[in-house]
């Protein structure tokens, strides 16, 4: 069964560094999402991406996140200069239409 | 505004016993509804979703949910628990985007402790 997996599983980094999280989404999926739930809190909604562009972002994603399909099979989510409240799992999920699947996440620690 | 509420924080229960977790959302339109589960240290599972028809849904390992409109209500429901159904339940609501896909809007969810 396809799925969407992610890399590293837990990225731990200081403070103001920049650190990018890496998803292989499904294949065949044409929508690209990024969520974030911080620890002991609800899983929260970051960016959508559609057709190689951004198609809608929370006011969660300023200008410190970017995010990118480099090569037609990646997709990252980078993150400028961290801040200790990005610590947080962050979640990639695909879809074709009407469906997320989800990826195991990236455990973010910033110290 | 588009939410999700899941007012049992914790709930504990028997391994035999039956379940249901609670879900009451709020949404204009028809919604999408969605249960996922999260065990430890482990990401998101599709647990069953609710698009139209039928308002019972049958899900994997045996959980089953029904929507009801009038209730505004989406509870998920297992006649037998099991230990390995201790897990971290998530509900949620899609919330349709230009681009013709949805993000999800989810509850606080409710976290499931089974006793021997």
């Known amino acids: 069964e396809p799925e969407v997996t992610q890399t590293p599983s837990h990225q731990v980094t200081q403070m103001g560094q920049e650190v990018i999280l890496r998803c292989v989404p499904i294949s065949n999926h044409l929508y690209f999402y990024w969520y974030r739930q911080i620890l002991g809190q609800k899983v929260e909604f970051l960016v959508s991406?559609?057709?190689?562009?951004?198609?809608?972002k929370s006011e969660i994603f300023d200008d410190q996140f970017s995010v990118e399909r480099p090569d037609g099979s990646n997709f990252t989510l980078k993150i400028r200069s961290t801040k200790l409240e990005d610590s947080a799992m962050y979640f990639c999920?695909?879809?074709?239409?009407?469906?997320?699947?989800f990826g195991p996440g990236t455990r973010l620690t910033v110290l | 505004a588009q939410s999700v509420t899941q007012p049992d924080i914790h709930i504990t229960v028997s391994e035999g016993a039956s379940l249901e977790l609670r879900c009451n959302y709020s949404?204009?339109?028809?919604?999408?509804l969605f249960w996922y589960v999260q065990s430890p240290g482990q990401g998101l599972q599709l647990l069953l979703k609710y698009f139209s028809g039928d308002t019972l849904v049958q899900g994997i390992k045996g959980f089953e949910a029904e929507f009801k409109r009038s209730q505004s209500s989406f509870n998920l429901r297992k006649p037998s628990v099991h230990w390995s159904d201790a897990a971290e339940y998530f509900c949620a609501v899609a919330l349709w985007m230009e681009d013709s896909s949805y993000k999800l809007i989810f509850g606080s969810g409710t976290r499931l402790l089974v006793r021997p």
């Open positions: 999920a695909s879809s074709q239409t009407s469906l997320e699947f």
């Open positions: 949404y204009g339109a028809t919604p999408y």
């Open positions: 991406f559609y057709n190689n562009e951004i198609s809608e």
